[in-house]
């Protein structure tokens, strides 16, 4: 069954430096979106993405962040500067089409821990 | 603005035995989709079942089942004969537009 990848599975990082979190969407997908997921609490909409621009942020998607798809397969979001608070899991979820009917299937999680 | 209530933090069930997790939820849109996630201790979102907004049916998916009752906004999910591996949080949402918005879980705990 196809899935969606993400990399790495951990990341440790010191407050300040810059992050990139990686995902290989489903092949066919076209819709790219990223939640955050602060430990022990609900999971959060950021960012969604499609036809190489977002098409919708949450106020959690400040200036720090940002996003972009690389090439043909890869769906990169970027933290320039980490604070504390970005310790988060961070899943990656692709869509055929955004209509709730086609569903989302999520990566596995990155979990940064920033120190 | 979307919001999904989860008013169980944990839950406990029986080997065997059914559990309902309940959800509400409040949009203003009349076209929604609403969907369960399972996310065990090793932290992947699991999907396990969807319900749109026009369906009339009730969805079902092996041991799961969605109970929709539009006109209360309430979409609670049923597992059938609890397995120790259902034990995990378990998350419902809802997508309006482009995005799912998420309820605080409900952690279930299967003993035996």
């Known amino acids: 069954e196809p899935e969606v990848t993400q990399t790495p599975s951990h990341q440790v990082t010191q407050m300040g430096q810059e992050v990139i979190l990686r995902c290989v969407p489903i092949s066919n997908h076209l819709y790219f979106y990223w939640y955050r997921q602060i430990l022990g609490q609900k999971v959060e909409f950021l960012v969604s993405?499609?036809?190489?621009?977002?098409?919708?942020k949450s106020e959690i998607f400040d200036d720090q962040f940002s996003v972009e798809r690389p090439d043909g397969s890869n769906f990169t979001l970027k933290i320039r500067s980490t604070k504390l608070e970005d310790s988060a899991m961070y899943f990656c979820a692709s869509s055929e089409a955004p209509s709730h009917s086609y569903g989302y299937t999520f990566g596995s999680g990155t979990r940064l821990t920033v120190v | 603005a979307q919001k999904i209530t989860q008013t169980q933090p944990g839950m406990f069930v029986q080997e065997k035995e059914a559990v309902t997790l309940d959800c509400t939820y409040d949009t203003s849109d009349q076209s929604y989709g609403l969907f369960w996630y399972k996310q065990p201790s090793s932290g992947e979102m699991i999907f396990l079942i969807y319900q749109g907004s026009y369906d009339e049916q009730n969805a079902t998916e092996g041991r799961y089942s969605l109970n929709f009752q539009k006109a209360r906004k309430s979409a609670n999910l049923v597992i059938s004969a609890s397995q120790l591996g259902d034990s995990a949080m378990y998350f419902c949402?809802?997508?309006?537009?482009?995005?799912?918005?998420f309820g605080t879980g409900t952690r279930l705990q299967v003993t035996l």
């Open positions: 949402a809802i997508q309006t537009a482009s995005k799912l918005t």
């Open positions: 993405f499609y036809n190489n621009e977002i098409s919708e």
